[in-house]
């Protein structure tokens, strides 16, 4: 009973407590005692936070009196609130008060790229008065894939543009570089280790220009972050020989090479001068080894132990979306091995004339090799260029009839002197 007796009196003085401050307030405008205006008592601090994070704004009034305080962002021309309530519809933002600090503080929580901008707080006078801090909102670079391009493929020639769209706060900036490390070609008069800009474009692509392209973009605020785009680059077949025209014994096992080129990879294969394929067997054995790029094929194809049906022309065959391409090798029988090396020749020097210069009997002139650095195109044709007949280097030294009848007259001339000796012998 105390307590709600306690209560009833409390409600009853509180009425006359706001009478008494409303009879005093009049009391002094009657006498011409103006109440003191608002008075700021500090700025407000500006602010950068990360995206995500929650801010606190601080406002310290003095003799507000009857006048309320209001929180407002310029950009949006938004009243956010007035004194202890909240205007805006925005669920993240509240507002609290500090009486014995006299501070108003506006609450702003997961803070968004959006909520960068001027806030203003402002008391209700005649002309109103107006403090304002500035919140930056930090943003981490962001790539935005349905924006950017996904890996390309292009003809060989083409042009071909690679956009990578990055967003952040602040802006970020966006480089190129290229995974393996090599220059980008962006024209044939501007080559660079990297690009800045959110397009790149590259000019009449080369299969040099195939590859992965990273796309980087940083804004100053960790993490970093790139995109990795895969280039294309499609050409037909391309053919090169480095030994067309090999010399071996019977019984003999030799290796044929062609180097091929062609993306999408070829499809690449062996076969006889008469088309019949060849496929790996007691007698062959074929290999196909990657280069670097990947691109690049090196085919080898052994031939065990020659017998005289494996003399002949073998063609090398590569074939892919874009075109097909062959070339040819050729492997003569050069007759039996000799029993003992040559003293002033090594193998190796041997080998290199053999495959550069090759006496053609049947003509009775000599073919020299094309230049093996020499590309078979797409029609597999090649050239033969034709020596003189003082170019013939390797041509073995005929035995005409005349010089062998005169060493057979001269062995049986020692043969006869040979026996009148002994005969002598015996006589003396």
Known sequence: MERMAGTAEHHSICPILVRLWLLFT?????????????????????????????VKFACRVDNLGIHKV?????????????????ITRNERITVSHDKHQKTWYLHISDVRETDTGKYM???NTASAMTIAGFLTVVVPPDIVDNESTGDVIAQEGNDIK?????????????????????????NKSTTVTEYQGEVLRLSKVSRMDMGPYLCIASNGHPPTVSKRILVSVDFPPMLWIPHQLIGAAQGQTVVLECFTEAHPTSLNYWTRGDGNMIYDSEKYHIENREGNPDYKIHMLLTVRYLEPQDFGTYRCVAKNPRGETDGTIKIYDSGPPPTSALPLTTEAEMFEKINNQVWDKSENRTHKRPNPQAVSGKDGEEEEIYATNEER????????????ASRALCSLHLSLLLVAALLRGRLF
Not at 26 to 54: C, W, Y
Not at 71 to 78: D, K, M, P, Q, R
Request: net charge neutral; glycine share 4%.
């Open 70 to 86: 209001a929180w407002i962002h310029y950009e949006n021309s938004a009243i956010l609130t007035v004194s202890n309530h909240v």
């Open 162 to 186: 690679l956009r990578c769209r990055a967003r952040g706060s602040p802006r970020p900036t966006v480089i190129w570089k290229r995974e393996d490390g090599e220059s980008i070609t962006v």
């Open 26 to 54: 009049i009391f002094h405008h009657a006498q011409g005692v103006k109440p003191r205006d608002p008075s700021f008592l500090s700025e407000i601090q500006n602010m950068t936070v990360s995206e995500g994070r929650t």
């Open 121 to 123: 707080c402002q008391i």
């Open 393 to 404: 280097s390797l041509n073995l030294p005929a035995v005409d009839e005349s010089s062998a």
